[in-house]
């Protein structure tokens, strides 16, 4: 039996045809996925009020419990914010009481889960490692420790005393190590943890009028690295992120006259300011499984400026 054969006019119309359609369906698809994207883009940006929801989301931190020392004001409020806005579990410790508390109505004002926050002088560990425990008891196990306390008070080599000199350890130095100490063993329990420690390129950029503040920071790449194999076998990671200079309201208040602006436009490589939420972006990345393989490292954000 013989099949019967086409007209090949037609059975080329017929192919041609088809090709049209099956072209035009797949850009229809196209279009209706970019619309459906954008949706949801709208969607979730006028439901989530936040300085930084422009920028990258990260899953893994939804329900992440998250501990920063000096959370209250400047680069820490930055971070605790950014986490709270990433729906992460967030506590906190600062010494300045009033900017803590109007933080924490501020965050709870946006429509996110009000932080865990206490008072507290990081000079006494006793309670620095307190308030972590409490913390815990009411959030469970930290799975990221933001160490970001700390006080770059302008000071010169002959003024200083050894009492000074403790002093500004005690605040800029110690805390640091306690406060990983206090933390590991939930880490160990979740089986996993990210601690970031907050350097400082002045010392880097050879920044004077501050030598106890330079000691102290330029010890934090040796607590980083130094700590990295041990916390590592228990999937602990361990990082320094190094800001340069951040315009924060104090810096711009005590620092950031004529002379300050003119080094900002002859130091950064970059023309624009750099801010407390920079930072905050980079300890997100950090702190989220996105940078599960980062450990020992420092991470400097400062525009360019070394």
């Not at 059975?11 to 045809?17: A, G, H, M, N, P």
């Not at 931190?61 to 209250?72: H, K």
């Not at 950029?205 to 700590?227: D, E, F, H, M």
Request: one cysteine or more; hydrophobic letters at 45%.
């Amino acid at each position: 039996m013989r099949c019967p054969r086409d007209n090949p006019r037609a059975l080329t119309r017929r192919i041609v045809s088809g090709h049209i359609d099956m072209r035009n369906q797949i850009f229809l698809n196209i279009i209706i996925l970019d619309l459906q994207s954008q949706i949801r883009l709208e969607t979730f940006l006028s439901t989530t009020p936040s300085p930084l929801t422009p920028n990258a989301i990260f899953p893994s931190l939804l329900a992440r419990t998250v501990f920063v020392t000096g959370g209250g004001s400047g680069i820490g409020a930055a971070m605790v914010s950014a986490f709270a806005a990433q729906g992460a579990r967030v506590a906190f410790i600062d010494i300045a009481e009033e900017a803590s508390r109007a933080l924490a109505q501020r965050i709870a004002g946006d429509g996110h889960a009000a932080p865990w926050w206490r008072r507290c002088d990081v000079r006494d560990i006793g309670a620095l490692q307190e308030a972590i425990a409490d913390a815990a008891a009411e959030l469970g196990d930290f799975a990221v420790l933001v160490n970001n306390v700390a006080s770059d008070d302008r000071h010169t080599l002959e003024s200083v005393t050894p009492s000074y000199y403790d002093e500004r350890m005690a605040i800029n130095e110690r805390p640091a190590l306690f406060a990983i100490q206090a933390v590991v063993p939930g880490m160990k329990r979740l089986g996993r943890g990210s601690v970031i420690n907050l350097g400082s390129t002045g010392w880097r950029g050879k920044g004077a009028g501050y030598p106890c503040y330079a000691i102290a920071k330029s010890s934090v790449n040796g607590l980083t690295r130094g700590l990295a194999v041990d916390l590592g076998r228990d999937r602990i990671r361990i990082n320094t992120v190094s800001p340069g200079w951040v315009m924060t309201e104090r810096q711009v208040k005590l620092w950031l006259d004529e002379e300050g602006e003119k080094a900002l436009q002859r130091n950064q490589c970059l023309p624009d300011k750099l801010m407390p939420e920079d930072i905050a972006r980079m300890v997100l990345f950090l702190a989220s499984d996105d940078a599960a393989m980062c450990t020992a490292q420092e991470f400097t954000v400062d525009a360019g400026w070394v």
